[in-house]
């Protein structure tokens, strides 16, 4: 570890997350933690670990980050690359119920277990730079071309690393354009003209994610027509306006790529059902493409609400979360 990623890393503090219940202390947590020395506001990350023995009850160092049991989770948010208002946050509830050692179930699911504490040794979720959207900004942080997302993105796992974070099994997660991205992170990062490595995730988790955006566009599902323009405004935005961009940074599109993903051994896929921004289609592009691998496990779990819902409610997303981790 570089002297910057102990600055960086020493100059959040460590604060106290509680059950909202109960009160009790149940993690710690560092928030808008930079992982680019010198980098804008929003390259910086998030992390939660569960709480440790009573005599970290009062105070932990702001430099170390304790060893827990388990796995990590790395998260990261949507916003179609360019959401002033979705960020590292969107996941403090679901990792809230993480620490807390319980998850709610959904409606209809019957009695919940709860996730076990000894499966979660740390969750940490990024922000990156992003594309401009219908409101101008002269924010440098929100100013991104592809590959700018994806290279803050794996800057970020790496940062991660560095410390001391998910360097075992691990699983890498993430909700819309973030879920294109957690693809994206585990392809050769010379499709993108970059040199960063990291080490990649066992498992690969896609929440309502965005796969095909030329085939959104070219062909627009049933029902999601109203979105059409939308979409062509934030594809360009984030890509540029050549197609032949669109397809090769989609990981429903691109050329091969399990093979550089040598880590890989499991993708679970997700689409709620109420889902009005994101068609089934793009899972079942997803579904499909993955299909032709002879070494990847292709999962479904299903959930409920609107695009967001999972994030936003938190307790089916912990749910997930707890499965998977507990099977690394």
Known sequence: MSADDRFAWASVPWTPVADDETGKAIGWRKQHVPYVAGGVSLQTLD?????????????????????????????????AWCDPGISSSAISAAAKRLLRGTADPGPGSGPDPGPSLDSVAGVASLNYRLSPNQDPSSDPARQAKHPDHISDV????????????ATGPYVLSGHSCGAMLAFQAVMDPARWGLSITIAKPTVLLGLNGLYDLAGFIGDTPPGFEWLRDDYVVFTRNAFGHDESVWKTACPATATWWPDEWSEGRRVVLVQSSGDTLVPYSQLEKMRAYLKKSPSLQV?????????????VEGGRLAEIFSEIMSEL
Do not use: M
Request: glycine letters at 14%.
């Open 47 to 79: 992390v939660w670990i569960p709480a440790g023995p009573p005599s970290e009850a009062t105070v932990i160092d702001a430099a170390s980050l304790p060893s827990r049991p388990g796995h990590w989770l790395v998260f990261v948010h949507g916003g």
């Open 154 to 165: 794996l800057a970020g796992i790496s940062f991660l690393q560095r410390l001391g974070a």
């Open 299 to 311: 999962d479904e779990k299903d959930a409920t609400g609107g695009h967001d819902a999972l994030w």
